[in-house]
């Protein structure tokens, strides 16, 4: 009986126990239903909002994508967005841009890499970690364009359009339109890839490309952009008759120009002998004149200029202020063929190689640039010193001074870097007085037209012909600020400089104390009186127009 009872009671426990447990899974049930319907009612209610309906138009986008064939590009654009992964296609493109001897795809190069560098890390770091979006599900793309692994980490914004926009806008910013567009057109193929090979929705990569644009773009605040040549206005009223074989043309050579003064290598190859080839070939009568190092260039170039029509010269700007000179005492027009280090002038006006120096040739367009002089004040009828580009004294001046002693030994590029060192260590400012108010200069810059960028030494400008003198300097009380004027100097913001003063004006004039000062000009450095007097003939030299001068 007990044993009967106690067994009931076990049964009637354990009904009860099933009973509670099916309850409590029941509540469970419900509650999940409930939540499940309240989630279905929440999104019901914001599915015609505007996140909504973009969400729902990129996985479309994404689909018509992964359903689409192109025939050849299932080989093509996978490989060419794994060739775009860490930036490798870019910072590979910017490596061969920037062994170009011309200047314009070198600094295209290096805007589109500090790009790169500004919108990676907003991309990957801020962009991705605060949206943290899945990537796309690849049922629908086929497996012949997915070959590598898929990547892991969030999808918005895209990292690798962000890269191909911020490059490719940095690159036209600077570089002409035949490298800018093929640059352009590959960046928009790697974005493409990105949805293509199903690694990112469509709304991915426009953000990744809206970043790189602006990105690209943003460089322009700390390095603007230079225009492509320094605009100059054609001259109407002169002529000039053109020879198809040269004849009437004096070309004047130097082969040492841009040469390491110990070795005698060309630091920028095959530009000297690539104007020779030109002038032999193309202009077989035209006379050639070889400078030797021992040449006095005033005296070569002036018997070249007397017997020229046309005075054509070949070699840096230390070799086109010489001709300049010559050009315009004898009244004769400069063709400018590049073939220095630098080449200043021979870019501002648009002359990048020999052959465009050649077809401005050909064209007989002319136009009129300024000069700049720096005259002695108290020397009546002295010529004085003559500027294409730009006069500097102060540290600077040291800076080409020390060069030049230690460039035997070390050769120029490193030479010219130690000298940079040990000038911003140890140069000491100059007691002159500007304008009758007496200063102490640390580092003055004169140049020949209103320069754009900002930095100590610019070297661009937007016109060759307005007739202005742009003046910078640092003064300085008893103690120079030298760190933060060489960072200023590297960055090239030296207004942030204390004691930077800069201005526009028509003339200068300068009053050193001492037998004499030290002045260096296009790139050579003279010592002239203690008094100068530094102005501008405007319009004074007549220059063959290259086309980028009529584009």
Not at 82 to 100: E, I, K, N, Q, Y
């Amino acid at each position: 009986m007990i044993q009967d009872g106690a067994g009931e009671v076990g049964d009637a426990m354990s009904v009860v126990g099933a009973a509670a447990v099916s309850a409590a899974e029941a509540a469970a049930a419900g509650r999940a239903l409930a939540a499940c319907r309240g989630t279905d009612a929440a999104a019901a209610s914001g599915a015609n909002g505007p996140l909504r309906r973009l969400g729902r138009l990129d996985r479309r986008a994404f689909d018509r994508v992964a359903a689409a064939r192109l025939p050849g590009l299932e080989y093509v654009l996978p490989r060419l967005s794994r060739l775009a992964d860490h930036g490798v296609l870019w910072f590979g493109t910017a490596m061969a841009m920037g062994a170009s001897p011309q200047a314009r795809p070198r600094r295209a190069a290096l805007r589109g890499a500090i790009a790169i560098a500004v919108a990676s890390p907003v991309v990957n770091i801020v962009g991705k970690q605060a949206f943290r979006r899945k990537r796309p599900v690849v049922d629908l793309v086929p497996p012949i364009r997915i070959r590598w692994t898929l990547p892991t980490s969030h999808a918005f914004p895209s990292g690798h359009s962000a890269s191909a926009a911020a490059f490719a806008t940095g690159v036209a910013l600077e570089a002409p339109a035949a490298l800018a567009v093929p640059v352009a057109a590959t960046a928009a193929a790697v974005a493409f890839s990105r949805v293509y090979t199903g690694a990112h929705y469509p709304g991915d990569v426009l953000a990744g490309l809206g970043i790189g644009v602006v990105a690209g773009l943003g460089t322009r605040l700390a390095w603007p952009a230079r225009p492509p040549v320094a605009r100059v206005s054609r001259s109407s009223s002169e002529r000039v008759s053109v020879a198809e074989d040269g004849t009437g043309m004096v070309a004047v050579v130097n082969p040492g120009a841009g040469a390491d003064s110990e070795t005698g290598l060309n630091l920028v190859p095959g530009h000297a002998d690539m104007a020779l080839a030109l002038l032999e070939r193309d202009l077989p009568a035209a006379e050639v004149v070889r400078l030797q190092r021992d040449d006095d260039f005033d005296k070569v170039f002036d018997g070249a200029a007397r017997r020229a029509e046309v005075l054509a010269v070949v070699g840096g700007d230390g070799t086109v202020n010489a001709a300049a000179r010559a050009a315009l005492r004898h009244r004769v027009p400069l063709l400018v063929m590049p073939g220095g280090t630098f080449d200043h002038f021979a870019r501002a006006l648009g002359v990048e190689t020999p052959a465009a120096a050649l077809a401005a040739y050909r064209d007989g367009v002319l136009g009129r640039v300024d000069v700049a002089y720096v005259t002695p004040v108290r020397k009546e009828g002295d010529e004085g010193l003559l500027f294409l580009n730009t006069a500097s004294f102060g540290a600077y001046t040291e800076l080409v001074d020390r060069r030049r002693r230690l460039e035997r030994r070390l050769g120029k590029w490193p030479a010219l870097a130690v000298a940079a060192v040990r000038t911003l260590r140890h140069s000491e400012p100059v007691e002159i007085a500007v304008n009758g108010r007496r200063r102490k200069v640390w580092l003055a810059f004169v140049g020949n037209g209103d320069y754009g960028a900002r930095g100590a030494t610019p070297s661009w400008r937007e016109h060759l012909d307005d007739g202005r003198l742009d003046i910078r300097m640092i003064t300085t009380g008893d103690r120079v600020p030298r760190v933060r004027a060489v960072a200023a100097i590297l960055a090239g913001h030296l207004h942030v400089v204390p004691g930077y003063r800069a201005w526009s004006a028509e003339s200068l004039e300068l009053d050193a104390a001492g037998d004499g000062l030290r002045l260096a000009h296009d790139g050579e450095v003279s010592t002239v009186p203690a008094t100068v007097r530094i102005t501008k003939a405007a319009g004074a030299l007549t220059v063959f127009l290259p086309p980028a001068q009529r584009a």
